[in-house]
């Protein structure tokens, strides 16, 4: 069993109880941890492991990766400092270096605990083999064995989706959101996978409801506005990118499509996704 002690934050869910340790009148509180949440002995290493995590939460992978680099530099022995330094990198389209990072963690995964382990084992699977049945594999004995990860769900959703899976997909994505609404990537997939399913109105409220929480997804905006003929959602997305050139090479995408005047949007939306995949 794993236990977290905390004060009064929201629990994680990668730990089997949870306790918090609450300042009381005139008591002095003093507990004793033999094993830090992750497999380091480093205090630095964990706090650059965990700002790097944080960024990741919200899918700032180029803040990510300096901190992750810094946790694995404090401890070269950090195993899941590789790991997500990997995935960091694999989402950043760095397929060599994430191909290291991920080698290295896998190396030494038998430093890590169990779950680590399974997440060490899965990302090696994706990014390393590139076998994603091999990954799924590994996802579903992590969710069978530990069902309240939020991150089984939505890694499984981006495998069903590269495997045109999309109900699957959608199951894995929609259960993710319901777990951990304030991290990023579920809302991705869930607005993917409603796209792909041309479900334009739900794959729109999931982009919203996670604009609300200051994650943005412009590209799936312009998308939806593509196929709903909406050019004010379109130029609502637009209007949120940051980078100039992607703002531009997403609409010279929508031009082409209307060019074209193509029916099937759900084929001919890809090149305004690859213009502004970050």
Known sequence: MRLEIGAGEKPHPDYDLHVDVLPLPDIEVRCHIDRLPFATRSLEALRAFSLGQAARDRAEERVAVPLLKQAAEIDPNFAMAHARLGAAYANMGQRPDARAALIRAYELRGRASEIERFYIEARHAEVVLNDDLKAVEVYSAWQHRYPNDFTTYNNLAGIFLRLSRDDEALAQAQ???????????????????????????????????????????????????????????????????????KVEAARVAVQELELARISDLTVVLLPIRLAVTP
């Open 175 to 245: 259960q993710a959101v319901r777990m951990n609404p304030d991290v990023a990537f579920p809302y991705a997939n869930l607005s993917e996978v409603f796209i792909r399913l041309a479900r334009y109105d739900e794959a729109r409220q999931v982009v919203e409801a996670a604009l609300e929480r200051g994650f943005k997804y412009p590209g799936d905006l312009v998308r939806i506005g593509v196929a709903q003929r909406d050019q004010a959602l379109i130029e609502k997305g637009l209007s949120l990118m940051s980078d100039d050139g």
